[in-house]
């Protein structure tokens, strides 16, 4: 089963002059699924209430974007704007998220929130941890699927593969360890936060995973990663949904991180996700990731065939997952 939850709304929120976060994006991701024949069974989500927003953020970030969008076009920090119109397209980019969630624990598939403005770096009054800037953020949208789910199941399970760490979201659930969030990033970079000491709050020790990937690593590094570490916590948890923050922005050329993904990392990230639902909320990704690597990711997900047999790490990817596992061992059996 795949669906999209799909609005024009997303494209209404939108800058004046250029901006890497623009419209265009959907239009990447749409001609990229069209070209696969996985342009189908496409729905308009619903906005979320206020209430639910609330669950993620404080009241007063949540008056501050609202007034903001009646002010009309003007940048809210350094990196991020807002318009006449991104109060609503935000409400239903989380209304979307939460959407895909509940129909993925309703019927196994894949459920792709094709969403913006994005959410991961937002935490619960804006900015997060180090960052100093909400990133093209507004509201956190895979944050609000991931309360809902918490609500429903008692857990929530997140894997953030965007090539910049998903802060807001690790905030959020800093504290909280029925959510677990593994986010495989490049090391670094903005938000500069996601390194592997990063565990958790004193109660929720272990269920915050960071696997923070050198400058210039490729699909076999990613894969090595997601095989050493990824699946053998997803396969100890087996959770009935996962939640998947998807930023294509990895991918070779994409433009604003040096990370080296191709196709085959993103269809074998899907494909070895085939046997579990998936809510799939759109993030980063701003040319050639989209067109290429999210179709890959579903078309993975969908046939199911891992491919590559051998996977040659670098070194450095080698340094880097051993740390990772020496960290969490105090918690998994990894």
């Known amino acids: 089963m795949l669906r999209i939850l799909y609005s024009s709304i997303f494209k209404e929120h939108k800058p004046l002059d250029y901006h890497p976060e623009n419209p ?67 409400i239903y980019a989380f209304g979307a998220a939460r959407e895909a969630a509940l129909m993925a624990l309703e019927e196994k598939g894949i459920y792709l929130a094709l969403v913006r403005p994005p959410g ?5 009054s804006g900015r997060a941890f180090y960052a100093s800037t909400l990133g093209f953020c507004i509201f956190n949208n895979i944050a609000g699927a991931a309360k809902l789910l918490e609500s429903l199941e008692g857990n929530a399970l997140i894997i953030d593969f965007d090539v910049h760490h998903g802060n807001g979201t690790q905030e959020i659930f800093w504290n909280d ?76 050329g994409d433009g604003l991180a040096t990370i080296q993904l191709t196709e085959e990392f993103y269809r074998f990230a899907g494909a070895s996700l085939s046997g579990y639902s998936l809510s799939v909320v759109l993030e980063g990704g701003y040319g050639i990731g989209l067109e290429k ?12 065939e891992t491919g590559k047999e051998i996977i040659m790490p670098s070194y450095e990817t080698l340094k880097v997952v051993g740390k990772v596992k020496e960290i969490l061992r105090e918690w998994w059996e990894i």
């Open 24 to 90: 265009n994006r959907l239009d990447f991701a749409i001609e990229g699924l069209k070209a696969k024949n996985l342009w189908q069974n496409v729905v308009k989500p619903n906005p979320a209430n206020i209430e639910e927003i609330l669950e993620v953020h404080f009241e007063n970030y949540v008056e501050r974007i609202r007034k903001a969008s009646q002010m009309g076009f003007h940048y809210i920090d350094p990196d991020t704007y807002v318009c006449e119109k991104t109060w609503n397209a935000a």
């Open 293 to 304: 690597g999210l179709p890959a990711f579903v078309e993975g997900y969908i046939k199911g």
């Open 120 to 124: 991961h770096h937002a935490g619960k």
């Open 177 to 252: 360890a029925n959510v677990v969030h593994i986010d495989l990033h490049e090391r670094d970079i903005y938000p500069w936060s996601g390194y592997e000491w990063e565990v958790g709050g004193k109660d929720a020790e272990g269920t915050k995973i960071n696997i923070p990937m050198t400058s210039y690593s490729g699909d076999d590094d990613y894969m090595y990663a997601w095989k050493e570490i990824v699946m053998p916590i997803v396969d100890v948890i087996k959770p009935k949904v996962i939640l998947i923050s998807a930023g294509f922005d990895a991918f070779k």
